[in-house]
């Protein structure tokens, strides 16, 4: 919906290597449907709706989508953020504490249950 929406989206990943997954999963899926989008850092980052990278290179986006497992810093400087929870405890802690973290900067968090 961003995408149609014009809006511009910037997805953080935790590590390079997921980086460079995301990056290859996005040329392949979805099937028939090209999301055209950069790495951060390439030279023409900056004109593609969709950019991939670490917390660490984060420019301005209309949408943060966060993978990684720190929460954005100053999180109000963009019009949404989504933080995704993965399925398995064992990692399920970081998003409590990125959680609590957006609450202890006045933030109220809304939570949306995607069904598996």
């Not at 149609?4 to 590590?15: H, Y």
């Not at 090209?34 to 593609?48: C, M, Q, T, V, Y």
């Not at 949408?63 to 990684?68: F, M, P, R």
């Not at 810093?73 to 504490?97: G, T, W, Y």
Request: charge should be negative; proline fraction near 7%.
């Amino acid at each position: 919906m961003a995408l149609e929406r014009k809006q511009t989206i910037f997805i953080v990943t935790g590590t390079e290597a997921s980086g460079e997954q995301l990056d290859e999963l996005m040329w392949e899926y979805p099937q028939g449907r090209f999301i055209p989008h950069a790495r951060a850092g390439d030279r023409d980052a900056e004109k593609a709706p969709v950019t991939i990278g670490r917390l660490s290179g984060l420019n301005q986006a209309d949408l943060v989508i966060n993978l990684g497992p720190e929460a954005v810093p100053q999180p109000e400087r963009f019009s949404r953020v989504l933080e995704i929870v993965p399925c398995a405890d064992n990692e399920k802690e970081a998003s409590r504490v990125k959680y609590r973290i957006y609450r202890n900067l006045g933030i109220s968090p809304h939570t949306h249950e995607i069904n598996k």
